[in-house]
């Protein structure tokens, strides 16, 4: 079954740091694209980031450029988040996503998301 | 504030069609670039619907159907049903952005 399961959210102070993974299975983990999404509570999406399938090109949001950082470990089938200089407005659930081949910026599949809260 | 710009919600009754218009300019939509969108049901992750602006994934109703023209892109419902009630989503690349990818403001569909 292709699926990819997300880990690492959780409450942190603003201004703190958290690392987010996403585990990929089922599928040719480096024949894909990937990216996170997020969706605050009550919210529309949010694409955050994207990654190639050989992580030599990354690509972020405004409202996180210079913050967060992606990257993946493809022997490993995982995508990575690490997220600095947490603001309130990052409270969110984030997603992560696979990019189709034929489509880019489509995303066929996706986890069921990890929560991210920032809160003093 | 997103760049594509949706309805926030649509109705109809079951058997009805809807249709959900994505608004963009000429960063987006209007310089060619392809459209994609999305369902969410309640408590759920987003589910590719319609990819390409026109293509279907393996599984997904012919009920379904996406188009493009100019600056704009719809997804029209036909024959609507109970279980079609959820947040659609338009999806686009935009040139104006540094972070390419960007989602539309969404619309709830409510099936009366």
């Known amino acids: 079954e292709v699926q990819l399961v997300e880990s690492g959210g959780g409450v942190v102070r603003p201004g703190g740091s958290l690392r987010l993974s996403c585990a990929a299975s089922?599928?040719?983990?480096?024949?894909?694209?990937m990216s996170w999404v997020r969706q605050a509570p009550g919210k529309g999406l949010e694409w955050v980031s994207g990654?190639?399938?050989?992580?030599?090109?990354?690509g972020y949001a405004d409202s996180v450029k210079g913050r967060f950082t992606i990257s993946r470990d493809n022997a490993k089938n995982s995508l990575y988040l690490q997220m600095n200089s947490l603001r309130a407005e990052d409270t969110a659930l984030y997603h992560c996503?696979?990019?189709?081949?034929?489509?880019?910026?489509?995303?066929?599949?996706w986890g069921q998301g990890t929560m991210v809260t920032v809160s003093s | 504030q997103s760049v594509l710009t949706q309805p926030p919600s649509v109705s109809g009754a079951p058997g009805q069609r809807v249709t959900i218009s994505c608004t963009g300019s000429?960063?987006?939509?209007?310089?060619?670039?392809?459209v994609h969108w999305y369902q969410q049901l309640p408590g759920t992750a987003p589910k590719l619907l319609i990819y390409?602006?026109?293509n279907r994934p393996s599984g997904v109703p012919d009920r379904f159907s996406g188009s493009k023209s100019g600056t704009s892109a719809s997804l029209a419902i036909s024959g609507l049903q109970a279980e079609d009630e959820a947040d659609y989503y338009c999806?686009?690349?935009?040139?104006?952005?540094?972070?390419?990818?960007?989602f539309g403001t969404g619309t709830k569909v409510t099936v009366l």
């Open positions: 089922g599928f040719t983990f480096d024949d894909y694209g």
């Open positions: 000429s960063s987006n939509i209007g310089a060619g670039y392809d």
């Open positions: 390409g602006n026109s």
């Open positions: 999806q686009s690349y935009d040139s104006s952005l540094s972070g390419p990818y960007v």
């Open positions: 996503a696979r990019e189709l081949p034929a489509a880019p910026g489509a995303f066929d599949i």
């Open positions: 990654i190639n399938w050989n992580g030599g090109s990354t």
